[in-house]
């Protein structure tokens, strides 16, 4: 776990580099990656023909099953449901409470994307998500160790 929160703020940082300091779009920066990925795995299939090394791939092994599919769309669709159901409700009027916490998170919302760039809030939310895996992974270990 404590891997992946490394591997999140490694990807996270050069994504905001590319996009916050380049000036460069999120298009770029996927054909940037598509170009070393396609290059990195010409290397590595040239380096095993010349070593002779058969590489057994199994093209389900990439696959997700249907089942999957489902469970991930609908995952969405209930995420995407939700929102709309809050915001049509604090939209309505009817639950005042719900209504001013929809326009105080509108406007902090609005004052940060004044302040920052897109890319900087993202990063700085990847970087907490990041931060928030490896304490949890660690008291979890500590706990487990007690």
Same mark, same amino acid.
């Given at each position: 776990? @404590?891997?992946?929160?490394? $591997?999140?703020?490694?990807?996270?940082?050069?994504?905001?580099?590319?996009?916050?300091?380049?000036?460069?779009?999120?298009?770029?920066?996927?054909?940037?990656?598509?170009?070393?990925?396609?290059?990195?795995?010409?290397?590595?299939?040239?380096?095993?023909?010349?070593?002779? @090394?058969?590489?057994?791939?199994?093209?389900?092994?990439?696959?997700?099953?249907? +089942?999957?599919?489902?469970?991930?769309?609908?995952?969405?669709? +209930?995420?995407?449901?939700?929102?709309?159901?809050?915001?049509?409700?604090?939209?309505?009027?009817?639950?005042?409470? $719900?209504?001013?916490?929809? @326009?105080?998170?509108?406007?902090?919302?609005?004052?940060?994307?004044?302040?920052?760039?897109?890319?900087?809030?993202?990063?700085?939310? $990847?970087?907490?998500?990041?931060?928030?895996?490896?304490?949890?992974?660690?008291?979890?270990?500590?706990?487990?160790?007690?």
């Amino acid at each position: 776990m @404590v891997f992946e929160g490394f $591997l999140g703020m490694m990807c996270g940082t050069l994504v905001y580099y590319h996009c916050a300091f380049r000036n460069s779009s999120v298009v770029s920066l996927l054909a940037d990656v598509f170009i070393v990925f396609l290059c990195s795995l010409a290397i590595l299939g040239l380096l095993f023909r010349h070593m002779t @090394v058969d590489v057994p791939v199994d093209p389900l092994h990439w696959q997700i099953s249907q +089942n999957t599919a489902t469970s991930i769309f609908a995952c969405l669709a +209930n995420t995407i449901g939700a929102a709309e159901s809050v915001l049509r409700v604090a939209a309505t009027g009817s639950d005042k409470r $719900l209504f001013f916490k929809v @326009v105080c998170c509108l406007y902090v919302l609005s004052v940060l994307g004044r302040a920052l760039s897109g890319v900087t809030i993202a990063y700085i939310g $990847l970087c907490l998500f990041c931060i928030h895996l490896i304490v949890q992974n660690s008291l979890e270990s500590n706990a487990n160790a007690s």
